[in-house]
């Protein structure tokens, strides 16, 4: 039995490395939707370039980890958590490079509030991912990170709630509405996948410590 914690990190290594690049590909993500927001409009194009070479990494990321599956031993944690890991990852990315592609083709020339609000708290939350993941090498306690995560993702609801309040009660005009609602759902959803990704983070190491 003394070799068989051995002979599963060895299985799960390459995966386990594949998720600290997605956590890694997420928090450089929700920054630069951050640099983004706060130098509209001069800088909307070239920050959106960066962030879709980000979405770009997360997509061959993905599939990395789709084809080693496929071509590989079945890692130890599992094959469907492995899936859902990575997946919940990538929608982090995608929703956030939305988000910045609506501020682009909107035309957006400055951030509400609320949107800066919503920035920092997913920035925030994809940064306790980048410290709860390398848990998942040992399966050792990530509980603070996976409860800052959740209080994180409540603080969002919160704010989002406020924000869409916010644009039917100043007779904002109907196409600014639309355009506003539709980033600040993006950044809902990315945020809300980031508490996706620290459920599944937590079912791993749940069943395997």
Request: aromatic share 6%.
């Amino acid at each position: 039995m003394t070799g068989l914690p051995k002979l599963f990190s060895s299985r799960d290594r390459p995966y386990n490395e594949l998720f600290e690049r997605f956590a890694a590909t997420a928090v450089q993500a929700a920054k630069e939707l951050e640099l983004m927001l706060d130098a509209l409009p001069e800088a909307g194009a070239a920050r959106l370039k960066v962030l879709q070479d980000l979405e770009h990494r997360g997509d061959e990321t993905l599939h990395r980890i789709r084809r080693d599956l496929n071509q590989s031993s079945p890692p130890s944690i599992g094959r469907e958590d492995v899936l859902e890991l990575s997946s919940a990852f990538d929608d982090i990315i995608d929703l956030t490079e939305e988000a910045a592609d609506y501020l682009v083709l909107y035309g957006v020339e400055a951030p509400m509030e609320q949107a800066l609000e919503l920035a920092g708290i997913l920035r925030a939350a994809t940064e306790q991912l980048e410290q709860a993941v390398p848990h998942v090498r040992d399966f050792s306690d990530a509980s603070a990170n996976i409860h800052e995560v959740h209080r994180l993702e409540n603080e969002g609801d919160r704010v989002s709630r406020r924000a869409v309040a916010s644009l039917f009660s100043g007779g904002i005009d109907p196409m600014v509405v639309i355009r506003w609602k539709d980033i600040f759902e993006r950044l809902e959803q990315a945020i809300d996948a980031c508490e996706r990704v620290a459920d599944v983070i937590d079912e791993i190491i749940v069943k395997n410590a």
